[in-house]
């Protein structure tokens, strides 16, 4: 049996390149000052003799895995993979790795953070998921910390937090719906122990108790298709049912648009409003048309990926929200009879 050989070494690369070793890590470091003409012959050398740089060896030199895992607290939900395309290319860009976990009716992602603690990571994108403080006090005693992505964990203060304006979108959206002329207006909550979920619902109730108007109907669709289908059929059954429905976010919202017009015959706009929040792509298809309250999805993955340039200092950045606008659409305006 021959003698498996020993992979090509950066001392090779400058031998080759005829550089300095301090010249190869700089070519293979994004960022790094080095001359073009410096890192082509490099690249060169590397090519030639198969180099691949070690990332383990290298982590451990400068104590950095370059890693960030990432979880995902509802993967159906189109927000969110769009949301983590627009990360990974962010942090690509930048040299960094990820490690992405998606979760499925967990209401934690402490078995997931558990794994990735494992895998040495630098940080932890938490997206619309959260911890328990068991597991918080757990990462940061091994020095990871962690981003929670559009939905902050229950004792908020002492975390990063990068949200959208919850709170105010749901009094925009109710303010929308009231001078649209609706008035028996019903909420569709996703899960019950969702901030984003509480903050919409607190905002679009304070709106209406201001105007002298009736609390809304609650029902749970649990941020699921399913979910939203059965909380719909339940609202459109009530007698009188309500006017106009406001989903705790679209991906609600367009199965309940559907349930109203294909099983309950309603003419959207006219004898029912319904909308939603985050305004993903499928929204503004002519379709559903949907009237919702944007999360500027651009602007919060730049925040986070800014925030990602120093895992160490996260913890300075407390809760950080984003501005977003309501978008309105055919969902919920009057039409002319």
Same mark, same amino acid.
């Given at each position: 049996?021959?003698?498996?050989?020993?992979?090509?070494?950066?001392?090779?690369?400058?031998?080759?390149?005829?550089?300095?070793?301090?010249?190869?890590?700089?070519?293979?470091?994004?960022?790094?000052?080095?001359?073009?003409?410096?890192?082509?012959?490099?690249?060169?050398?590397?090519?030639?003799?198969?180099?691949?740089?070690?990332?383990?060896?290298?982590?451990?030199?400068?104590?950095?895995?370059?890693?960030?895992?990432?979880?995902?607290?509802?993967?159906?939900?189109?927000?969110?993979?769009? !949301?983590?395309?627009?990360?990974?290319? +962010?942090?690509?860009?930048?040299?960094?790795?990820?490690?992405?976990?998606?979760?499925?009716?967990?209401?934690?992602?402490?078995?997931?953070?558990?794994?990735?603690?494992?895998?040495?990571?630098?940080?932890?994108?938490?997206?619309?998921?959260?911890?328990?403080?068991?597991?918080?006090?757990?990462? +940061?005693?091994?020095?990871? +910390?962690?981003?929670?992505?559009?939905?902050?964990?229950?004792?908020?203060?002492?975390?990063?937090?990068?949200?959208?304006?919850?709170?105010?979108?749901?009094?925009?959206? !109710?303010?929308?719906?009231?001078?649209?002329?609706?008035?028996?207006? !019903?909420?569709?909550?996703?899960?019950?122990?969702?901030?984003?979920?509480?903050?919409?619902?607190?905002?679009?109730?304070?709106?209406?108790?201001?105007?002298?108007?009736?609390?809304?109907?609650?029902?749970?669709?649990?941020?699921?298709?399913?979910?939203?289908?059965?909380?719909?059929?339940?609202?459109? !059954?009530?007698?009188?049912?309500?006017?106009?429905?406001?989903?705790?976010?679209?991906?609600?919202?367009?199965?309940?648009?559907?349930?109203?017009?294909?099983?309950?015959?309603?003419?959207?706009?006219?004898?029912?409003?319904?909308?939603?929040?985050?305004?993903?792509?499928?929204?503004?298809?002519?379709?559903?048309?949907?009237?919702?309250?944007?999360?500027?999805?651009?602007?919060?993955?730049?925040?986070?990926?800014?925030?990602?340039?120093?895992?160490?200092?996260?913890?300075?950045?407390?809760?950080?929200?984003?501005?977003?606008?309501?978008?309105?659409?055919?969902?919920?305006?009057? +039409?002319?009879?």
């Amino acid at each position: 049996m021959s003698k498996r050989q020993s992979p090509p070494s950066a001392h090779d690369v400058a031998r080759v390149a005829g550089v300095s070793q301090a010249a190869v890590s700089r070519a293979f470091t994004p960022g790094a000052s080095i001359a073009d003409a410096t890192k082509e012959k490099v690249f060169r050398a590397a090519k030639a003799l198969g180099y691949r740089p070690n990332l383990i060896a290298r982590s451990l030199i400068k104590g950095e895995s370059g890693i960030i895992g990432v979880i995902i607290g509802n993967p159906r939900n189109p927000l969110f993979m769009t !949301a983590l395309d627009m990360l990974l290319a +962010r942090l690509s860009k930048e040299g960094k790795h990820c490690l992405v976990f998606t979760l499925d009716n967990e209401s934690t992602a402490d078995a997931h953070v558990e794994n990735l603690l494992k895998f040495r990571v630098d940080a932890l994108v938490l997206v619309a998921t959260t911890l328990t403080p068991k597991l918080v006090e757990q990462c +940061r005693t091994e020095g990871v +910390r962690a981003i929670f992505l559009s939905r902050k964990p229950r004792n908020g203060k002492d975390f990063t937090v990068v949200t959208g304006n919850n709170k105010d979108g749901g009094q925009q959206m !109710a303010e929308h719906l009231v001078q649209q002329g609706y008035r028996r207006l !019903a909420f569709m909550a996703g899960r019950t122990e969702s901030s984003t979920t509480r903050d919409r619902e607190a905002g679009f109730t304070a709106y209406l108790k201001t105007r002298g108007l009736p609390a809304p109907e609650i029902e749970i669709g649990h941020f699921q298709r399913q979910g939203a289908i059965e909380a719909a059929r339940r609202l459109l !059954a009530l007698k009188p049912r309500p006017d106009a429905i406001l989903c705790a976010n679209d991906y609600m919202a367009i199965a309940t648009l559907e349930i109203a017009r294909f099983e309950f015959g309603l003419e959207i706009g006219r004898e029912i409003g319904i909308a939603g929040f985050d305004d993903i792509e499928q929204a503004s298809w002519p379709s559903f048309d949907l009237t919702t309250f944007s999360l500027p999805l651009q602007k919060l993955i730049d925040t986070v990926g800014d925030m990602l340039q120093s895992p160490r200092d996260l913890d300075r950045h407390g809760h950080t929200i984003i501005e977003g606008e309501l978008k309105i659409r055919g969902s919920t305006e009057r +039409r002319k009879s």
